[in-house]
Nanobody, 127 residues
Framework: VQMVESGGGLVQAGGSLRLSCGAPVYAESDSCMGWFRQAPGKEREGVASINRAGNREYSDSVKGRFALSKDGDKSTLYLQMNSLTPEDTAMYYC??????????????????????RGQGTQVTVSS
């Protein structure tokens, strides 16, 4: 089942974007889900994760600015991004994994290794 991201775009520094990820199968199962990003020439960086109990964790680089949520029927994963800076410019991917579903493993740092991911949505923040 394909995961499909949307909501990326070009925004000025200080602005906001809301990314969406349609992932009905993985949202309903006991999966860890979240978002990671990759900027040109840089390694993949886990951004935010949510475990099957609904507990969220954020990387230090986005804590206080980004918020992860699921909709009521858990079919869509969202990433609300506020106070964006040029350093947030990257391709953003949603990801899911049953293998990493244990709370101790469901962490942003593991998201780049998840076996299920979408094609990504580009976020560009201008200064």
């Amino acid at each position: 089942v394909q995961m499909v991201e949307s909501g990326g775009g070009l925004v000025q520094a200080g602005g906001s974007l809301r990314l969406s990820c349609g992932a009905p199968v993985y949202a309903e199962s006991d999966s860890c889900m979240g978002w990671f990003r990759q900027a040109p020439g840089k390694e993949r960086e886990g951004v935010a994760s949510i475990n099957r109990a609904g507990n969220r964790e954020y990387s230090d680089s986005v804590k206080g600015r980004f918020a992860l949520s699921k909709d009521g029927d858990k079919s869509t994963l969202y990433l609300q991004m506020n106070s964006l800076t040029p350093e947030d410019t990257a391709m953003y991917y949603c990801a899911a994994s049953v293998t990493y579903s244990q709370p101790s493993a469901c962490r942003p740092s593991n998201l780049p290794y998840f076996d299920r991911r979408g094609q990504g949505t580009q976020v560009t923040v201008s200064s």
